[in-house]
Structure formats: structure tokens, C-alpha cells
């Protein structure tokens, strides 16, 4: 069984920086793909930002150069560095990892940045 815990969500002030992780534990093995996700009240899920295997990144308009993805391969973990938050990035922020054909999902964390 495949677990995704994620971490370093909170309350920050406008201008604030914060750090989330996700680790994969169980029988995962050669994750693909890494992406993260957010969800504000009454909005969709929205994909945030994206890092293969060998480091490639992708970053939706609206957290281009604010938000760095980070992965370590060897555990199993991807990272999103948050910088200069803004009142809209609050949301309650999800991993997802794709590995061989699957797609794993965290339970999401908490973000809300006050203005």
C-alpha cells in the first residue's frame, strides 16, 4: 500500500515563505512524475507545478517565479518552496505522484496567507 504524507502547511503573512513536503512510503518504486495541486473553497482542484525524473520543472502563470518544486529521488520525496504569498494562494495544497501507470494522491495541507 502506497502512502503520500505531506507537511509544512500554516498561517503566514502576505510576503511569507513557506515549505511543503511530500513523502511516499510502501511499494512505490520509480516515481515518474511529481506535481502539486490546490483547491481553494468553491474552486476546482488546480495544478500547481510539475518535476520529472530528471529534474524538468513546469510552473502554472500564477506561481511562476514564486514557487520552486524540488524532488529527492532517493526519498521518494517532492518539495515546494513558496515564496512571496499572496491572500489567493490560500488553499489546501495536494501532491501527487505517478508512478508505473498509477497515480498516488496526499490527503493535502492547509495554506492560508493573511493579508
Known amino acids: 500500500q502506497v502512502q503520500l504524507v505531506e507537511s509544512g502547511g500554516g498561517l503566514v503573512q502576505a510576503g511569507g515563505s513557506l515549505r511543503l513536503s511530500c513523502a511516499a512510503s510502501g511499494s512505490i518504486f520509480s516515481i515518474n512524475l511529481m506535481d502539486w495541486y490546490r483547491q481553494a473553497p468553491g474552486n476546482k482542484r488546480a495544478w500547481v507545478a510539475q518535476?520529472?525524473?530528471?529534474?524538468?520543472?513546469n510552473y502554472a502563470d500564477s506561481v511562476k517565479g514564486r514557487f520552486t518544486i524540488s524532488r529527492d529521488n532517493a526519498k521518494n520525496t517532492v518539495y515546494l518552496q513558496m515564496n512571496s504569498l499572496k491572500p489567493e494562494d490560500t488553499a489546501v495544497y495536494y501532491c501527487?505522484?505517478?508512478?508505473?501507470?498509477?497515480?498516488?494522491w496526499g490527503q493535502g495541507t492547509q495554506v492560508t496567507v493573511s493579508s
Open positions: 518535476i520529472t525524473r530528471t529534474g524538468l520543472t
Open positions: 501527487l505522484m505517478s508512478s508505473n501507470g498509477n497515480n498516488y
